[in-house]
């Protein structure tokens, strides 16, 4: 079994700074993309940032500038830098990757159970 894992979100004050972590654990034989996604209350789930097995990232146009997605590969765990954040960053953050279990299973979508970030004015 897969799970991914995040840790690192809370409350902070509008212009401070979170990093939230996610790590891939169970039978995992190759990952993929991983990313972050976040849902505010009473709308969709959105894409905030995705990072390609290569290194290369995709921001949501709402937080390029201030957000910064990496990954551990060694660790299977994607992070995500938030600075400067703002009243309307809050929201539950999840974190996804696409992988596959062994070399003869295809790639499929795994998601975190979601942390909540709360940015406070």
């Known amino acids: 079994q897969v799970q991914l894992v995040e840790s690192g979100g809370g409350l902070v004050q509008a212009g401070g700074s979170l990093r939230l972590s996610c790590a891939a654990s169970?039978?995992?034989?190759?990952?993929?993309?991983m990313g972050w996604y976040r849902q505010a209350p009473g709308k969709q789930r959105e894409l905030v940032a995705t990072?390609?097995?290569?290194?290369?990232?995709e921001y949501a146009d709402p937080v390029k500038g201030r957000f910064t997605i990496s990954r551990d590969s060694t660790k299977n765990t994607v992070y995500l830098q938030m600075n400067s954040l703002k009243p309307e960053d809050t929201a539950v953050y999840y974190c996804?990757?696409?992988?596959?279990?062994?070399?003869?299973?295809?790639?499929?979508?795994?998601w975190g159970q979601g942390t909540q970030v709360t940015v406070s004015s």
């Open positions: 996804h990757g696409t992988l596959r279990r062994s070399s003869l299973s295809f790639f499929n979508d795994y």
């Open positions: 990072i390609t097995n290569g290194g290369s990232t």
């Open positions: 169970g039978r995992i034989f190759s990952i993929n993309d």
